[in-house]
């Protein structure tokens, strides 16, 4: 069973640049997570989504988003780029349950974005 | 609102030697509670957990009991080896959707 895939894996952007990172859950999994990991903040929720509904969201700007499509794949976009934006972005994703979760997620190897 | 606190590292240990990682938190009702390993270069894989009081997480070696009267869950294994070197994280989960709140990690370095 082939497990989360994120895309891609490392990419360079400058200032003021947007970026788009991709994510394929695990096959049967409706439900997608997103964290931001940096040394300094450590992980940090994004936001989730089910059924290409956005269910939660963390405490991070507007120019931080997402979508899910119908296969459950999902993508988050980051807009005019700032120096902090720099980390590894997690996926993860769990069977999800329309109602509740459980919290057991499974997490892809991440997108490291650095800005310059 | 809710926290994990974990203890600094890194922790250097000498292969074979016993490993506790500390970890309390703070939430209002009664949290699921996870241990997160980070290999280098990879991402998160659930190592363990609990999701009511007194229950043991285990696996691979590692335990973890959710105590609620001290808000812990402290990790442990007896005898680490060098595969075991990675970064440990304590989450908690206290409803919602897949929102997981992580202390800041501990990185763990076992020596042959």
């Known amino acids: 069973k082939a497990g989360v895939t994120q895309t891609p894996r490392y990419l360079i952007k400058t200032r003021g640049q947007q970026v788009t990172l991709s994510c394929s859950p695990i096959s049967g999994h409706r439900s997608v997570s997103w964290y931001q990991q940096t040394p300094g903040q450590g992980l940090q929720f994004l936001f989730e989504?089910?059924?290409?509904?956005?269910?939660n969201k963390g405490n991070f700007p507007g120019r931080f988003s997402g979508r899910q499509f119908s296969n459950s794949r999902s993508e988050m976009n980051v807009s005019t780029l700032e120096l902090g934006d720099s980390a590894l972005y997690l996926c993860a994703s769990s069977l999800g349950h329309r109602d509740a979760n459980t919290g057991e997620l499974f997490f892809g190897e991440g997108s490291r974005l650095t800005v310059l | 609102g809710d926290s994990v606190t974990q203890m600094e590292g890194p922790v250097t240990l000498s292969e074979e030697a016993f490993l506790t990682i500390n970890c309390t938190y703070t939430a209002t009702g009664y949290p699921s509670l996870f241990w997160y390993v980070q290999y280098p270069g990879e991402g998160l894989q659930l190592l363990l957990k609990?999701?009511?009081?007194?229950d043991k997480g285990s696996n691979k070696g590692f335990e973890a009991t959710y105590r609620k009267e001290t808000t812990s869950f402290h990790l442990e294994k007896g005898s680490v080896q060098v595969s075991d070197s990675a970064v440990y994280f304590c989450a908690l989960f206290s409803g919602g959707y897949n929102k997981l709140i992580f202390g800041a990690g501990t990185r763990l370095a076992v020596h042959p």
């Open positions: 989504y089910f059924s290409e509904t956005q269910r």
């Open positions: 609990a999701t009511k009081a007194d």
